[in-house]
């Protein structure tokens, strides 16, 4: 899913959940960074395709079994920041999990109907390399704002409260000469959104099962995101997540462990 079609989402979602609040109150080679936890099944090969069918196995012998699918497999720890800065968690660490665990919660804790919360949000966790990406992505928040009806610039409108929950991830690492392997990743995230209101504490048309990606490097000893074209070249389009899909799993995507 694009960009342009994912914000169309989130405005309906917006946009459903004021009227809510009106009626109630008015790769290269595709190949894996590392493994992220410890027992997990073998990965595909760096020459595996994500298009790549699991082998059936044969319904007469003893030794079958259902394929793996990304519900049944070990989900990935979150590592807990070390603090925050400017709204955003900071302080995770140098590792795949770090990486990982930096975008999840980035994600889950942008303010993307907030302009300038964005902003502060994005100066503290992007790349100083990435040229023009802050203003780019508070252009896209601006632009939802006005197709919501709302003024470009604000905050959230009162007495509706957003919740971003990453489900899934599917990791890569990027080629880079000067950096080691690992310190330049690209992650997609498979996530749902919903929107609540004091008179209305369940959403009945929440986004669900919405895609975003993100390249992240390690830089000045923290994960930054970054939309260098070297790095943008080399990004690779998943296979749709499903927990129960061996497709997707087979395209590498893991869930995601919460902590209750």
């Known amino acids: 899913m694009n960009r342009h079609d994912r914000s169309a989402r989130t405005a309906r979602l917006l946009l459903a959940a004021l009227g809510v609040l009106v009626a109630g109150a008015l790769t290269v080679g595709g190949v894996v960074a590392y493994s992220l936890f410890d027992g997990e099944p073998e990965q595909p090969s760096a020459g595996s395709s994500a298009t790549d069918r699991p082998k059936p196995s044969g319904s007469g012998s003893a030794d079958a079994v ?43 804790e942008y303010a993307w109907m907030d302009d300038q919360k964005a ?38 409108p009162a007495g509706v409260t957003f919740t971003t929950t990453v489900d899934a991830v599917r990791m890569r690492s990027l080629a880079d000469d000067d950096l080691p392997r690992g310190d330049v990743v690209h992650i997609w995230l498979s996530f749902d959104r919903y929107a609540t209101t004091p008179d209305k504490a369940t959403d009945d048309n929440p986004v669900k099962g919405d895609t975003t990606d993100f390249i992240v490097k390690w830089q000045d000893g923290a994960w930054r995101i970054t939309d260098e074209e070297a790095y943008v070249r080399q990004r690779t389009l998943p296979v749709a997540y499903d927990p129960d899909s061996a497709f997707a799993w087979r395209d590498q995507w893991v869930q995601v462990r919460h902590e209750d």
């Open 66 to 108: 259902a394929p793996m699918t990304p519900e049944k497999a070990r989900k990935i720890p979150l590592d807990v920041p070390t603090g925050q800065e400017g709204g955003a968690s900071v302080g995770f660490p140098h590792s795949a999990g770090g990486a990982v665990s930096a975008v999840v919660h980035f994600w889950e």
């Open 119 to 156: 902003r502060q949000q994005l100066e503290v966790v992007t790349s100083p390399d990435a040229t023009g990406y802050i203003d780019k992505q508070i252009s896209e928040v601006r632009k939802l704002r006005e197709g919501a009806g709302l003024p470009a610039s604000g905050g959230t």
